[in-house]
């Protein structure tokens, strides 16, 4: 991914906190991972043939891992949140910034690819125990409760905070 050269980038999302749940549940660490997120942020375009110019060559340089890898450029979400997903989004300042607005706060993890650092602005604690709760910085209680429920199907020992999805007979243990 280095190889890129894209500024601010990350590796994020499912392809790490699913691997520890997978391997916490003694399933292959791939086991059920749908994609791997690669976030970056470049605010000097903001059109799509920019971004898909950089997906196009993300696709080929990784082509070799037979898996499905999502690229996206985090100073364009704004621009298509609102008609895929309902509701506004606010514009974002960095990579990081993106992470910091995922649906779920413990799932708020990436890899900077140039230091290799992980990113936690929450910690990692609720990703290892398996705690969902709504992150305050993007409350979209119906998103969350979608996504949540989609990660017990496959995860029935993960817990839903029962703060974050009202009616939800399961609570925190």
């Known amino acids: 991914m280095r190889c890129l050269g894209l500024p601010q980038c990350f590796l994020t999302a499912g392809c790490l906190f699913q691997t520890v749940w997978n391997l916490r549940s003694s399933r ?16 000097s375009d903001l059109s799509w043939d920019a971004e898909d110019e950089v997906i196009q060559q993300a696709k080929a340089l990784l082509s070799d891992l037979q898996v499905s890898i999502e690229v996206k450029n985090q ?8 008609k895929r997903f309902g509701g506004s989004y606010p514009q974002l300042r960095s990579s990081k910034d993106g992470i910091d607005h995922f649906l779920i706060s413990g799932t708020c993890v990436g890899i900077d ?18 705690v969902l709760e709504i992150n305050p910085k993007n409350a979209r209680p119906d ?11 496959r995860r029935p020992w993960l817990t839903i905070d029962s703060l974050s999805s009202p009616g939800r007979p399961r609570a925190v243990s």
């Open 28 to 43: 292959p660490a791939q086991a059920d991972i749908k994609d791997y997120d690669i976030f970056y942020f470049d605010n």
């Open 75 to 82: 100073a364009r979400v704004h621009l298509w949140y609102e």
């Open 113 to 130: 690819v140039s230091t290799g650092e992980l990113y936690a602005p929450n910690g990692v604690q609720a990703a290892w125990n398996g």
């Open 143 to 153: 998103l969350f409760r979608k996504k949540a429920e989609d990660f017990l199907r």
